[in-house]
């Protein structure tokens, strides 16, 4: 017979109230109580009726996590530190690509709909995207990412901002020729390169389009692919801004296969701080900001949308940082 919650109580020597509080996490309960309660749960090989948890409370202790893309270290580091959280809060996360599709946005947004899952963490790419249009009838939802709009909780960094810091420090060091590597159809993209566009003007700098560098490909494959053809035809800059961690890496590599040494002969910076950044050859100078506290704030925004749908609107910017490294380097005249 299926093992109960009274089962799990009597063999961990608590009341059924502690088991609960511990597969609900509803209620604080100590290290030693929630290891006993666990080992009871694995040795009757207990598992909790959540169709039934749901019926009491509509609640599904689900929710949903729709990144555009989940094969980059980003996404996947993004995920990590808003499941890790969401584990904490007693709440399981399904985990979606969107690769900035409309239709599987509106598929999630009809699950939440049906109480399939309790809420929606959505990051669009695009003004564009449906999620975001005003009118539509939304569940409880948190946006997170660059997409600047007016009808949900958003939790996003100041791209503008962090993008301008990252060029004035290129700027700082005595570069002139900077260019920027990763320019796309994105909001991400428009923003970062509104920054460095913004640095440019602070410092005097004239804007030379051929410095604006696009790559569809945000992949260290397509940046590698991006660069080589560039300085096929082009010279090469004394700096370059990319926009994220994974282009500047691909960046790394065009430019050791030409023979170039960063930051001797050029200096690199990425944006996102991800691990693999760290341990490039050069370690990567980034924008960092701090993701498990992202990824509480949204999950706090998205608890307090479940718990009163008509509260107002939120919007939290994220503290960012430059981390320097061994990617950049005064130029050599």
Not at 8 to 27: G, Y
Not at 307 to 329: N, W
């Amino acid at each position: 017979m299926r093992a109960t919650v009274k089962d799990v109580a009597r063999l961990a020597q608590v009341s059924p109230k502690t088991v609960s509080n511990v597969v609900n996490a509803t209620t604080p309960v100590s290290d030693t109580v929630r290891a006993r309660v666990e080992s009871a749960m694995l040795e009757l090989d207990y598992v909790p009726n959540l169709s039934a948890r749901a019926l009491r409370n509509g609640r599904s202790g689900l929710i949903a996590l729709a990144l555009p893309d989940l094969s980059t270290p980003y996404s996947a580091e993004m995920a990590h530190h808003i499941v890790t959280e969401a584990r904490d809060r007693g709440l399981g996360v399904q985990i979606e690509e969107t690769a900035g599709s409309g239709e599987r946005e509106l598929n999630l947004i009809f699950k939440a709909r049906a109480h399939l899952i309790d809420g929606l963490v959505l990051n669009p790419v695009m003004l564009q995207n449906v999620s975001v249009q005003p009118g539509l009838s939304l569940p409880p939802t948190v946006f997170i990412g660059e997409v600047d709009q007016d009808v949900g909780d958003h939790v996003w960094v100041d791209n503008v901002a962090a993008a301008r810091d990252l060029t004035e420090h290129l700027i700082g060091l005595g570069h002139r020729r900077i260019a920027i590597m990763g320019l796309m159809a994105s909001e991400t993209s428009r923003l970062r390169l509104k920054g460095y566009r913004a640095a440019l003007r602070r410092a005097r700098i004239p804007r030379q389009v051929a410095l604006e560098i696009v790559d569809a490909e945000w992949y260290p494959a397509g940046s590698f692919a991006a660069l080589n053809a560039y300085l096929d035809g082009h010279e090469l800059p004394e700096a370059f801004v990319c926009l994220t961690d994974s282009i500047a890496i691909g960046v790394l590599s065009a430019l050791w296969t030409r023979g170039l040494r960063v930051p001797d002969d050029v200096s690199v910076v990425g944006y996102d701080n991800v691990a693999d950044g760290a341990f490039a050859a050069p370690p990567l100078t980034t924008i960092d900001f701090d993701k498990p506290a992202y990824a509480a704030t949204v999950l706090d925004l998205l608890g307090a949308r479940i718990a009163d749908p008509e509260r107002p609107v939120s919007r939290v910017v994220m503290t960012h940082r430059l981390v320097v490294r061994s990617s950049t380097a005064p130029p050599r005249r």
